[in-house]
T-cell receptor, first 113, second 111 residues
Framework: KAGVTQTPRYLIKTRGQQVTLSCSPISGHRSVSWYQQTPGQGLQFLFEYFSETQRNKGNFPGRFSGRQFSNSRSEMNVSTLELGDSALYLC????????????FGPGTRLTVT | GESVGLHLPTLSVQEGDNSIINCAYSNSASDYFIWYKQESGKGPQFIIDIRSNMDKRQGQRVTVLLNKTVKHLSLQIAATQPGDSAVYFCAENRGYSTLTFGKGTMLLVSP
C-alpha cells in the first residue's frame, strides 16, 4: 500500500504571497491532519479533516486554512506569508482520526524569504 | 540533513545497548499515546502506541511503559542499532482529536 504523499517537497515563497500544499492519504484513510514543524516550536497541530469536514483546529491564525476532497485528498493554504511561516509542513492520515495510528508523509519544506 | 529541533535532549548509547527514552505528559485526560521516530529529512514514523487502560505494550525490539500516576511514558529499545539513530517524539491524544507532541529526544548510536 502506498504511503502518504505530499507535494511539492520543497517550496520557496516571498513574504506576502500565498501557498497551497497538497496531501494524498493512504488509500482507505479518511482522516487527514496537518502539522507544522519548526526548530523552535517543534511539531504543532494545525487542523484535522474527516469526510470533508474540519473536525478540529489548532491555535494558528486564520491565514492557515485547509480543505478535504471527496477522495480524502487534502490541501492546506497559507495566505499572506510571513517569515515565521518557514517550516516543514507535515500531513498525516489515519483510518478514523488522531486517536488511531497516524501515518506521516515526508513533508513539504516551505521557505519564506 | 534537516534539523528537526535545536537543543534537544540527547541520549548517546553504544550499539547493542538497551535505550530508554522518557517523556512526561501533563494532561491526565490523555487517553492515547504514541511514539514516533523521525530521521533527518523524513516525516515521523509510527513506532508503537498505547492506550490509557494499559501500562505496558511490546513490539518488535520496543516496549512502551505508561505510568499514569506520575504521568510518565517511556520507550525502551532493545539491542540498539545504528539505524535507530533519530529523533524520538512522544505524542498524546487529549481526547479532542488532536495530537500534542513532546519536544523530542535525539538518540545517537555509535558502533
Amino acid at each position: 500500500k502506498a504511503g502518504v504523499t505530499q507535494t511539492p517537497r520543497y517550496l520557496i515563497k516571498t513574504r506576502g504571497q500565498q501557498v497551497t500544499l497538497s496531501c494524498s492519504p493512504i488509500s482507505g484513510h479518511r482522516s487527514v491532519s496537518w502539522y507544522q514543524q519548526t526548530p523552535g516550536q517543534g511539531l504543532q497541530f494545525l487542523f484535522e479533516y474527516f469526510s470533508e469536514t474540519q473536525r478540529n483546529k489548532g491555535n494558528f491564525p486564520g491565514r492557515f486554512s485547509g480543505r478535504q476532497f471527496s477522495n480524502s485528498r487534502s490541501e492546506m493554504n497559507v495566505s499572506t506569508l510571513e517569515l515565521g511561516d518557514s517550516a516543514l509542513y507535515l500531513c498525516a492520515s489515519s483510518l478514523e482520526g488522531t486517536n488511531y495510528e497516524q501515518y506521516f508523509g515526508p513533508g513539504t519544506r516551505l521557505t519564506v524569504t | 540533513g534537516e534539523s528537526v529541533g535545536l537543543h534537544l535532549p540527547t541520549l548517546s548509547v553504544q550499539e547493542g545497548d538497551n535505550s530508554i527514552i522518557n517523556c512526561a505528559y501533563s494532561n491526565s485526560a490523555s487517553d492515547y499515546f504514541i511514539w514516533y521516530k523521525q530521521e533527518s529529512g523524513k516525516g515521523p514514523q509510527f513506532i508503537i502506541d498505547i492506550r490509557s487502560n494499559m501500562d505496558k505494550r511490546q513490539g518488535q525490539r520496543v516496549t512502551v511503559l505508561l505510568n499514569k500516576t506520575v504521568k510518565h511514558l517511556s520507550l525502551q529499545i532493545a539491542a540498539t542499532q545504528p539505524g535507530d539513530s533519530a529523533v524520538y517524539f512522544c505524542a498524546e491524544n487529549r481526547g479532542y482529536s488532536t495530537l500534542t507532541f513532546g519536544k523530542g529526544t535525539m538518540l545517537l548510536v555509535s558502533p
